[in-house]
């Protein structure tokens, strides 16, 4: 049988190595009275990105042709003189592929007959101590990848993703057969807040446990959803009749922002004046302020402030300092009501509101990163980092963030709220940033963890992480919309220096990501092709993901990009669980990517 007639009978994620007679269709050798003998102990063995072929010469041989055929690449051929052993190498190949490897011996008087075939995975870590790791359908068996369910040809009813109009019912009706969750309390690699939250076992993926009912979950009530700003709170050009207080330049004593005036940023707000990098040792100068926000109260910033020389509109929590906003009041954790959020957003008329109106928020920290001792933060944010991982910038808890983010230059950007540094004394808990033009949330190092978040219509990734964090966020929503979007999460190290530390070595639990680059703009069909990978591990990433549901992305459920991060994800397939020696994603099901014919 010609060899690239099998193809069809070869297991998914495999590379078969067999030898061939007379199938060459470019110039085969004419029979003659001694051609040569068949190729023995022909072999095929993946290392990294590369496939190497080994074989003993037949008898007779005075040359091979070795050919490597795939479904991503060309066929490619080497004509290899005749030795005592035999090696060919076909370099730089796409992973996670069935190859066709063909040997053929030849000499003057013909071409040898067939006579092996070997499965051999792609990857050399991915087989297990007893030999191969996939079943003989081609299926990855081996219990170190903790059933990692891709497109389990669930009923489209199965996820509801969620509407223009109308609160979003994220919950699943069913799971795949079979599905069993990851245990994530205990895991190490994280420093845990100092509030008493803790990474949570479920029986289940996602943000919100099968079957309950829409209005009993966690996100129920307090989050908006409309694109134009139409649901949220009046502003001071809405015809609210609250005071308005106007709030510029710094905050240097303590302060108590209220729920019966309306507070207007203009320009840049820093609170406090930066305390430096240790507690111990406070720069001069050093300011440390407490700015509290009661539950209810609504803060807007101001699109054009009255200083043109102003960048923009943004509030900045300096090292020291911290903020108070929240919501329950220090009341046991539930979930808040709409009349108790403290909502950040626009200037503009409900209705008219648009991503990128005003600046954000940041909350600079002194806890660890891995770019040096300390960093300045994008859009003149101040400088962050330290030696206090357990450093606390407040109280985040039932608080919005919406119409924001600034997107100057590709480098130089502001979040929906960016933790630089942040510590893990800063409780961070029912939070939703809703239509920012760059990231929704971004850690840059430190160790806040983030729980019960909520990211919709983000003009970029929803949630990103770099810099050597090493908190957890747990129980996460991120909704995006086909006009403007990017990655659902995308986890680094560090872009410069890809090992750097500490390392990143953050986990993510029970996130339900619902892209748009397949149904389009959310539900409507045809709608948006701005929506692109669901989970993207990047510059050396050693983030952990666990129980999570990826769908509706359109380039690819969940990618792993550069040598150390690849080498990362080997090492876990290889069984190792040493935070900062691996990246995965387990437990979780890939359900529903892929616009046909662009995915990654």
């Not at 085969?28 to 068949?38: H, I, K, L, R, Y």
């Not at 700003?229 to 108590?256: E, H, K, M």
């Not at 001792?373 to 991982?389: K, P, R």
Request: net charge negative.
């Amino acid at each position: 049988m010609h060899w690239s007639k099998l193809k069809k009978f070869l297991p998914a994620v495999a590379v078969v190595a067999f030898v061939v007679a007379g199938c060459d269709d470019d110039d085969p050798v004419e029979p003659g009275e001694n051609p040569p003998s068949a190729p023995t102990n022909v072999a095929a063995a993946a290392v990294d990105n590369d496939v190497v072929v080994t074989w003993t010469p037949g008898e007779g041989a005075t040359a091979q042709r070795v050919e490597l055929d795939g479904p991503d690449i060309n066929t490619r051929t080497q004509d290899i003189a005749n030795g005592t052993t035999g090696q060919a190498t076909f370099e730089d190949l796409p992973r996670g592929q069935t190859y066709d490897v063909g040997v053929t011996a030849i000499n003057s008087d013909g071409e040898a007959s067939a006579a092996t075939s070997v499965d051999v995975p792609l990857n050399a870590n991915f087989t297990d101590a007893a030999g191969s790791g996939y079943d003989n359908q081609g299926f990855w068996t081996d219990p170190v990848v903790n059933n990692l369910i891709a497109d389990p040809l669930l009923t489209p009813s199965a996820l509801i993703i969620g509407s223009q109009s109308g609160p979003p019912d994220f919950i699943p009706t069913s799971t795949p057969a079979g599905y069993s969750p990851v245990a994530v309390a205990g895991l190490g690699g994280i420093v845990m807040p100092t509030d008493g939250r803790m990474l949570v076992n479920t029986a289940y993926a996602g943000a919100v446990a099968p079957g309950t009912a829409l209005t009993d979950a966690w996100y129920y009530g307090w989050t908006v959803w409309a694109t134009d700003g139409s649901d949220s709170r009046d502003g001071p050009n809405d015809g609210s009749p609250l005071p308005v207080v106007t709030i510029s330049g710094d905050i240097l004593a303590d302060a108590t922002w209220t729920s019966d005036n309306l507070y207007v940023l203009d320009g840049p707000v820093f609170v406090g004046a930066d305390c430096g990098q240790d507690p111990g040792s406070p720069l001069g100068g050093c300011n440390a302020v407490t700015l509290t926000i009661e539950p209810g109260t609504t803060i807007v910033g101001l699109r054009e402030s009255t200083d043109p020389q102003a960048r923009g509109s943004y509030l900045v929590v300096t090292r020291g300092s911290q903020i108070i906003a929240d919501a329950l009041d220090g009341a046991v954790a539930r979930r808040p009501t709409e009349a108790e959020m403290i909502v950040f957003t626009s200037d503009a008329p409900k209705g008219s509101r648009a991503r990128g109106d005003w600046g954000g928020l940041v909350l600079n920290g002194r806890g660890q990163i891995n770019t040096g001792d300390e960093a300045s933060g994008e859009g003149d944010s101040g400088l962050f980092g330290g030696v206090d991982d357990t450093d606390s910038s407040g109280i985040l808890r039932g608080v919005r963030v919406e119409f924001a983010g600034d997107d100057v230059t590709a480098t130089d950007q502001l979040n929906g709220i960016a933790f630089q540094g942040t510590g893990a004394g800063t409780t961070v808990d029912y939070v939703q940033v809703h239509y920012n033009i760059d990231d929704g949330t971004e850690p840059f190092g430190g160790a806040v963890s983030q729980t019960h978040m909520v990211v919709t219509g983000i003009g970029d990734d929803s949630y990103d992480g770099t810099d050597g964090y090493r908190g957890f966020i747990q129980f996460a929503i991120a909704q995006q919309r086909g006009d403007n979007a990017d990655n659902g999460l995308e986890l680094s190290n560090n872009g410069d220096n890809e090992t750097s530390t500490p390392k990143s070595t953050a986990i993510i639990a029970n996130a339900t990501l619902v892209g748009a680059g397949v149904n389009g703009e959310i539900s409507t069909v045809g709608g948006g092709g701005d929506s692109d990978i669901g989970i993207l591990q990047r510059e050396g990433s050693n983030w952990r993901i666990y129980n999570t549901i990826v769908t509706n992305f359109g380039d690819a459920g969940f990618n792993v990009e550069g040598a150390v991060a690849a080498a990362n994800a080997d090492a876990r397939l290889g069984g190792s669980t040493t935070p900062d020696q691996i990246n995965s994603v387990e437990g979780s099901i890939i359900w529903g990517n892929v616009v046909s014919g662009s995915g990654d």
